[in-house]
């Protein structure tokens, strides 16, 4: 099979930020994936990974006091940076959850952004969480029972910082019938970055 990124097996792989770049601007999405233009991180990049960190070791030393008491109050689980896979025959697709319960019953994804912008972790394409419970049930034989987004508000421009307000729980429905559809919604997207790899190297 062609396609721009493979396992060590030869089998193409796919991730949701793959998805997600390659329908934004298939431009960028052929310069990372196929010409391997190295990613830039920058200050909102910078600053998601300092939280996701901190979070995952439990330390908050690098943060003020107030941005501590946010902190906090964010939810963590048994286990961090799990990797699922999710074997759709043809491809795969592949995610790291952020926090899991032992029994991957609960799953959790922390993102950072500006004040009430939260709501596109709401919108019908965002199925970045219904991609770990895909996988979640197959790995494991059951769907999680919860699959949530906790939203960590920041604010500053030059210096970030965690703003003053209370994570934001988004709970994602993850019904049988949303994650089947999510298979088939991932086979198109394979398809498209597919025929896309495959015309522009003709």
């Given at each position: 099979?062609i396609f721009?990124k493979?396992?060590?097996q030869?089998?193409?792989?796919?991730?949701?930020s793959?998805?997600n770049?390659?329908y934004q601007?298939?431009?960028e999405?052929?310069?990372r994936?196929?010409?391997?233009?190295p990613?830039?991180?920058?200050k909102?990049?910078?600053?998601?990974?300092?939280?996701?960190?901190a979070?995952?070791?439990?330390?908050?030393?690098?943060?003020?006091?107030l941005?501590?008491?946010?902190?906090?109050?964010?939810?963590?689980l048994?286990k961090f940076?799990?990797?699922v896979?999710?074997d759709?025959?043809e491809?795969?697709?592949?995610?790291?959850?952020?926090?899991?319960?032992?029994?991957?019953s609960?799953?959790?994804d922390y993102?950072t952004?500006?004040?009430?912008?939260?709501h596109?972790?709401?919108?019908?394409?965002?199925?970045q969480?219904?991609?770990?419970?895909c996988a979640v049930?197959?790995?494991?034989?059951?769907a999680?029972?919860?699959?949530?987004?906790?939203?960590?508000?920041?604010?500053?421009?030059?210096?970030?910082?965690?703003?003053?307000?209370?994570?934001?729980?988004?709970?994602m429905d993850?019904?049988?019938e949303?994650?089947?559809e999510?298979?088939k919604?991932?086979?198109?997207a394979?398809?498209?970055?597919?025929?896309y790899?495959?015309?522009?190297?003709?």
């Open positions: 099979m721009p493979l396992n060590k030869g089998k193409p792989t796919i991730s949701w793959m998805i770049l390659f601007d298939s431009f999405w052929w310069a994936y196929v010409i391997k233009k990613f830039e991180p920058n909102w990049t910078d600053f998601g990974s300092k939280v996701g960190e979070l995952e070791h439990n330390d908050f030393d690098s943060f003020s006091n941005e501590k008491v946010v902190l906090a109050k964010v939810e963590r048994d940076e799990e990797k896979v999710l759709l025959g491809f795969e697709v592949v995610g790291f959850i952020d926090s899991a319960s032992s029994d991957f609960r799953i959790i993102k952004g500006g004040k009430d912008k939260f596109k972790y709401v919108e019908p394409d965002y199925l969480m219904h991609i770990y419970s049930r197959q790995m494991y034989g059951k999680p029972e919860s699959a949530e987004v906790h939203y960590i508000t920041r604010e500053g421009r030059d210096n970030l910082k965690v703003a003053y307000k209370s994570p934001v729980v988004i709970d993850i019904t049988e949303l994650l089947d999510t298979e919604v991932l086979r198109l394979f398809e498209d970055m597919s025929n790899y495959l015309q522009k190297n003709n």
